[in-house]
């Protein structure tokens, strides 16, 4: 009998061993069916369900807030009531008579305004006519004064037409850097040469008293200069041109070293400058474009 019966429960655990097996077989054939898009769609009803969830959850939020208004309007509700009933109370004690000389007195005041109105509108377009244009202003008057100096910039093309030897090291940038400081040594001359001497810039004339008091020459340079330039300007060939000396030349660009030398070089070869020599000044002429 032993023998029998542990050969039953053997069979039994071989046939649910084997059931299992079909189950899982099962199993992985199911699962093997729709691998890539079983996880988009789980995917897909996952962030659905969230949405949903978190529009519910804002729709409780509102109705929340709702409930506990409503207490609130309640009682407004019943301060309102309270109010009308006090009026009508108000108004039930009211003598009649009273009630009839105020209406009236608000129909008259009405009828006043609207006849008073059209008055002053008639009154206001009459004092329109009446008043004079005015007479137009005349335009503001130009001041004449004299052009700045010229700003003639060289080209790229310009530039590259100049032989190798003569361009150098040079670039647009520092030669037109150059041509800005010129005209800005030009425009300080012509300054100096059309003001007056009382009416030239304080610190000039400071300085030099500075220099007189401190018995230093300095001043009758500073004298000289000016002399000299309002000579050189009236010469022929310089007169209504701008113009600056070597002298002038103290940057920031445009230095008297050897960058300096082939700048002006170049200026010269290309016409944006000529130069004269007057007693023992270098005069450099600024030329107008063409």
């Known amino acids: 009998m032993d023998v029998k019966g542990s050969g039953s429960s053997l069979d039994s655990i071989i046939s649910s061993f084997n059931t299992r097996i079909t189950e899982l077989q099962e199993l992985v054939i199911g699962r093997n069916m729709y691998p890539a898009s079983s996880i988009t769609d789980l995917s897909a009803v996952d962030a659905s369900l969230k949405a949903m969830e978190l529009q519910v959850q804002a729709i409780k939020d509102r ?9 609130k309007a309640k009682k407004l509700i019943d301060a309102s009531l309270r109010q009308q009933k006090k009026l009508q109370s108000m108004c039930s004690h009211v003598p009649s008579n009273l009630l009839d000389r105020v209406a009236a007195s608000n129909l008259g005041s009405s009828r006043r305004l609207m006849s008073e109105t059209p008055k ?14 005015a007479a137009p202003l005349p335009p503001p008057k130009e001041k004449k004064g004299r052009a700045p100096p010229p700003l003639w910039f060289i080209t790229v093309d310009e530039l590259d037409s100049l032989s190798s030897y003569m361009r150098g090291r040079l670039t647009l940038e520092k030669v037109n850097a150059a041509i800005s400081d010129m005209a800005m040594y030009a425009e300080a001359n012509a300054h100096l040469i059309a003001a007056p001497k ?29 002399r000299e330039l309002r000579d050189i300007a009236m010469t022929e060939g310089v007169k209504g041109k701008y113009f600056f000396l070597e002298t002038d030349i103290k940057g920031p660009s445009l230095k008297l070293d050897n960058t300096g030398k082939a700048i002006l070089t170049v200026l010269r070869h290309l016409g944006r400058i000529s130069e004269i020599r007057i007693g023992h000044h270098r005069v450099i002429i600024l030329s107008k474009p063409q």
């Open 120 to 133: 002053q509108c008639t009154n206001f377009d009459n004092e329109k006519l009446e008043e004079e244009p």
């Open 198 to 226: 009382k009416k030239l810039a304080e610190n000039i004339w400071e300085k030099a008293l500075i220099l007189l008091i401190l018995g230093s020459n300095h001043t009758i340079l500073v004298a000289n200069h000016l």
């Open 63 to 71: 109705l929340r807030e709702e409930i506990e208004a409503i207490p």
